[in-house]
């Protein structure tokens, strides 16, 4: 029997939601033939072990308006996750990863897969293509668990439009990532390069990490849109820490816990706060070396070595973890007001509050 507050429970039921969910999908789609199959593949192998943040909270946005545990709970926080899927394979594409969570990303497979079989045209352009079309494939089946979840249909018409929402804004969220790399920082002061790198991080992670599936859990639940600021605040607050924590694991993680090489944001040249804040900090010479290795991908573990210790001795890691604790303390502030407004279940909240910790915790 599985407790509804043991957080590794609900993420094995979330699991189990995804994988029935692949297995009516790939059903459908083997009616078109076993060719499709690196295509069904690519879905599959992404959705497994993945931390389950964003089922997470609309699962507990729903539980603190209220509303009961059921499966159909519980299928309705895994749409969130082909989501997910959906923003980590066009990533990938747009990034140019090797790697995603320990094993090759799913272009890198499927391009793999063209150079065994000797098929015809260049191996790399269709992964890329394959990998692009799963990500749509995650779309239509996080729209769909959405629709058939099991929850009454006025319920899910509470949390619709917001649902929609989400998955439009972090299009342009994704944008303005590309559009922020190929613009650059030049001529920009310190202060327009953070906020730059956080409107980023607010549209592109934030948002749709945190903010969103729990106010779309909390409206399918029945709270009232006016009363939802507080988990607003909450959301915003903790999705960009969870960011923050995510860049700084980016630089300095341990590969085998990120799944990615060490130093791969280095690699793709992301400019985030951490970046902004070194180069403000750091001497000439310090600098050049930050601003020629960024975004070069021949990058050897030596040079990535000199550019951390930039990083820590300029003070740009410690401003971090500052801002980071920061924002903690504003997620736990807002637990705390939406408890005083009688509008939301006090043992979710204390989940809520938990989940602060769990987001935003120095995995190295």
């Known amino acids: 029997m599985h407790r509804p507050t043991d957080l590794v429970a609900l993420r094995a039921r979330v699991q189990q939601a995804i994988d029935a969910e692949i297995v009516e999908g790939s059903a459908l789609l083997g009616r078109i033939g076993d060719e499709v199959a690196p295509l069904t593949n690519a879905v599959s192998g992404l959705l497994q072990g993945g931390k389950g943040l964003r089922a997470g909270f609309l699962y507990w946005g729903y539980r603190a308006a209220g509303g009961p545990d059921s499966e159909a709970l519980v299928r309705l926080a895994a749409s969130m996750e082909f989501f997910q899927g959906a923003a980590l394979l066009h990533d990938d594409v747009m990034d140019r990863s090797d790697t995603r969570r320990g094993m090759p990303?799913?272009?890198r497979r499927v391009a793999a897969v063209h150079a065994e079989r000797g098929w015809r045209g260049d191996a790399d352009r269709f992964g890329e293509g394959a990998a692009i079309l799963a990500g749509d494939l995650c779309l239509v089946w996080c729209d769909q668990l959405y629709a058939r979840c099991g929850l009454p249909t006025t319920e899910l018409d509470r949390g619709r439009v917001l649902f929609d929402g989400m998955r439009t804004q972090l299009m342009g969220g994704q944008f303005l990532d590309l559009l922020e790399a190929a613009r650059?920082?030049?001529?920009?002061?310190?202060?327009?390069?953070?906020a730059s790198a956080r409107k980023v991080i607010r549209f592109k992670s934030a948002k749709y990490t945190i903010e969103h599936p729990l106010l779309i859990g909390a409206l399918v639940g029945g709270v009232e849109q006016a009363d939802t600021g507080p988990l607003s605040d909450y959301g915003l607050a903790l999705g960009e820490a969870f960011q923050l924590r995510d860049d700084l694991l980016g630089v300095f993680g341990d590969p085998e816990a990120?799944?990615?090489?060490?130093?791969?944001?280095?690699?793709?040249?992301?400019?985030?706060?951490?970046?902004?804040?070194?180069l403000d900090a750091a001497s000439p010479a310090d600098r050049e070396l930050v601003e020629t290795s960024l975004g070069r991908d021949d990058l050897d573990s030596d040079v990535i070595a000199r550019i951390r210790e930039v990083m820590v001795t300029s003070g740009a890691?410690?401003?971090v973890e500052s801002l980071i604790s920061n924002l903690a303390d504003q997620a736990h502030d807002a637990v705390r007001r939406a408890d005083t407004t009688g509008c939301f279940d006090r043992e979710a909240l204390d989940v809520l509050d938990d989940l602060v910790g769990v987001s935003t915790a120095r995995h190295t």
Do not use: N
């Open 258 to 278: 990120t799944g990615k090489p060490a130093g791969d944001d280095l690699r793709e040249g992301k400019l985030t706060v951490l970046v902004a804040l070194a």
């Open 317 to 319: 890691v410690g401003q």
């Open 184 to 194: 650059g920082w030049d001529g920009l002061t310190l202060d327009e390069r953070v």
């Open 105 to 107: 990303s799913a272009h």
